[in-house]
């Protein structure tokens, strides 16, 4: 069974540093895609970015370049996003989802990590 | 606001059948494939079809995908009380994927 774990629930304060973990069970890890995906508070869905496993290669959005940095441990099957410093603006739901190489569609998805910045 | 516009909300009673649109570009839509995610109170989305008009296995027939052009639409079909959710397209824009900004599903 093809699952995606993420990490639990985290309350931090302004200008704290988090990494969240996603980890892939069931299936070929470096042989998809890992995206991450933002919503916040009664929002839609926001694509962050995404990483190749088999060779840590990522794409951002612009929107998110620079603010966060995604990353991934093929060893045990796992990524990461990662904040150097947090904003109360951060707080939110993030998912990851994986997509089949060569194609453009997120097939499963994490159950998803609610960050929550506050001071 | 979103690269690809969806209405914010649509209603319909059960057993009836709704539409949902999508509207996007020639850079989007009008260039890839679209997928629909539906996402239930409190819950991760899921994905309900791929590859503009495909239903992953366990997604009944009463879900539809179709697009033209630079649009895209999803249909479901003899409404039940737990279709009731938020409904999102995607698809790729100059290797970014982008996501339409949601359509709230009531089922009165």
């Known amino acids: 069974e093809v699952q995606l774990v993420q990490s639990g629930a985290e309350v931090k304060k302004p200008g704290e540093s988090l990494r969240i973990s996603c980890k892939g069970s069931g299936y070929s890890f470096t042989s998809y895609w890992i995206n991450w995906v933002r919503q916040m508070p009664g929002k839609g869905l926001e694509w962050m970015g995404r990483?190749?496993?088999?060779?840590?290669?990522?794409n951002y959005s612009p929107s998110f370049q620079g603010h966060v940095t995604i990353s991934s441990d093929k060893s045990i099957s796992t990524a990461y996003l990662q904040w150097s410093s947090l904003k109360a603006s951060d707080t939110a739901m993030y998912y990851c989802?994986?997509?089949?190489?060569?194609?453009?569609?997120?097939?499963?998805w994490g159950q998803g990590t609610l960050v929550t910045v506050s001071s | 606001q979103s690269v690809l516009t969806q209405p914010p909300s649509v209603s319909a009673a059960p057993g009836q059948k709704v539409t949902i649109s999508c509207s996007g570009s020639s850079s989007n839509i009008g260039n890839n494939y679209v997928s629909w995610y539906q996402q239930l109170p409190g819950t991760a989305p899921k994905l309900l079809i791929y590859e503009n008009n495909k239903r992953p296995s366990g997604i009944p027939d009463r879900f539809s995908g179709s697009k033209s052009g630079t649009s895209a639409t999803l249909g479901i079909t003899g409404l039940q009380t737990g279709d009731e959710a938020d409904y999102y397209c995607?698809?790729?824009?100059?290797?970014?994927?982008?996501f339409g900004g949601g359509t709230k599903l009531t089922v009165l």
């Open positions: 989802a994986r997509h089949p190489r060569y194609t453009n569609y997120f097939d499963y």
């Open positions: 995607g698809t790729w824009d100059s290797s970014l994927k982008v």
């Open positions: 990483i190749d496993p088999s060779d840590s290669y990522t």
